[in-house]
């Protein structure tokens, strides 16, 4: 069964509290930005988003190593620390995807960032990466189109779908591939991100809160309600039944 990835894009604890106790999240995504905004220690952030939103949830952040082999420690120190539901958040560079395929081998949970190109989400996704994080409103700030990229990416990604059994020989684990859309500054992107095929969408807290408004529903739901009190006062249904 197939089911829609929400993940909320911050670290702010506040955000995260209001965001998780309305939506079914799926978990959260950082990045350095992120985290550094919040002026905290690094490992308390962490365990406090997985105190808010559960352990069974999943949480991304991201290495900061430069070469391959800072990243792979990083990342083995990353998993030792925060546990099963932790995946780390690899950029798509030469020594990016250089420990990529290194880690997947051992079966860690990476996700592929820093993506602006199909071929980069393609090779991520060779390399061993999980989900991968293409860039929608900076790629379309440059005269690109983020759409495109997933679109064209989720095509290519249907055609060499990998077995369970030739998954499970290659990176010691069963999962599918996902594009995780990333970087939205309206409803729409994220609208036409899901059209082209992803599944998966980290969404910031004012577009995530924006995903069900509609100023006719705020309109309906004033008219039914002015209408029951005029028939009923304050009686609810439980007053009623």
């Known amino acids: 069964m197939n089911f829609m990835e929400y993940f909320l894009d911050t670290a702010n604890l506040d955000d995260i509290k209001k965001i998780n106790d309305i939506f079914p999240l799926t978990g959260v995504t ?6 550094a905004k919040e002026k905290r ?18 949480v991304h952040a991201q290495a900061v190593g430069y070469t ?4 792979i420690k990083e990342v083995n120190l990353l998993r030792d620390t925060f546990g099963e539901n932790f ?7 030469a020594e990016g995807i250089k420990a990529m395929k290194i880690l997947a081998k051992d079966g860690h949970k990476i996700t592929a960032t820093g993506i602006l190109s199909s071929q980069q989400i393609i090779m991520a996704a060779e ?8 860039y929608i409103n900076r790629s379309d700030n440059i005269g690109e189109s983020g759409i495109e990229i997933v679109k064209d990416a989720f095509t290519i990604l249907e055609t060499v779908k990998k077995t369970d059994e030739e998954c499970l020989k290659r990176y010691k684990r069963i999962f599918e591939p996902k594009i995780l859309g990333a970087s939205f500054k309206n409803v729409r992107q994220v609208h036409e991100t899901m059209l082209a095929g992803s ?43």
Do not use: C, Q
Not at 87 to 93: E, R, W
């Open 68 to 71: 391959a082999d800072i990243i």
């Open 30 to 35: 950082t990045n350095p930005s992120i985290i």
């Open 87 to 93: 995946y780390t958040k690899i950029p798509v560079t």
């Open 199 to 241: 599944k998966s969408v980290t969404i910031a807290p004012d577009v995530f809160e924006r995903l069900i408004y509609h100023p006719y529903t705020d309109w309906s739901m004033d008219t039914f309600n002015s209408d029951w009190e005029k028939a009923y006062g304050n009686k609810t249904l439980l007053d009623l039944l």
């Open 127 to 134: 390399a061993g990466a999980e989900y991968m994080a293409p």
């Open 41 to 58: 220690d690094f490992k308390e952030i962490i365990n406090d988003i997985y105190n808010i939103i559960g352990k069974d949830k999943i």
